[in-house]
């Protein structure tokens, strides 16, 4: 995957029942989130591979194992800032908008989420509503 440059390229392969089983994680979930966050600190990873990364994080980090989503989460906060670059680089609003969601979720100073938003928010696609 971080080899990837296109979408198609950047879709995970093989990782049905080895790390997800339909609408639930194995274990695996939090290895393979740390090296997710670990791609995402390399700059050089294309923006479909990003996404891809984001996109999948996304998906530990809701899982509804309590203990493996907090696993998760716990593999992404190690990240965090890596999460903040992804968002202010301007990049991608997609890739953007999943890294807010995460930060949003992982995210220990909620008034730093507030402010991240302020200041990004044109960043960001416009459809995007903060329900709190």
Not at 15 to 27: G, K, N
Request: charged share 25%; proline share 5%; aromatic share 8%.
């Amino acid at each position: 995957m971080a080899r990837a440059q296109t979408r198609d390229e950047a879709r995970p392969r093989n990782i049905e029942f080895h790390v997800l089983q339909e609408s639930w994680a194995t274990p695996t979930v939090v290895p393979v989130a740390r090296v997710l966050m670990a791609g995402l600190a390399d700059r050089s990873i294309s923006p479909a591979a990003r996404n891809q990364f984001l996109d999948l994080l996304w998906s530990f980090v809701i899982v509804d194992d309590e203990d493996l989503a907090e696993a998760c989460k716990d593999a992404v906060r190690a990240g965090t800032w890596s999460l903040y670059e992804e968002i202010l680089s301007g990049g991608s609003k997609g890739s953007a908008l999943l890294a807010y969601w995460l930060v949003k979720e992982v995210e220990t100073a909620p008034t730093r989420v507030e402010r991240l938003l302020q200041v990004t928010r044109h960043l960001l696609p416009e459809d995007l509503y903060d329900e709190d």
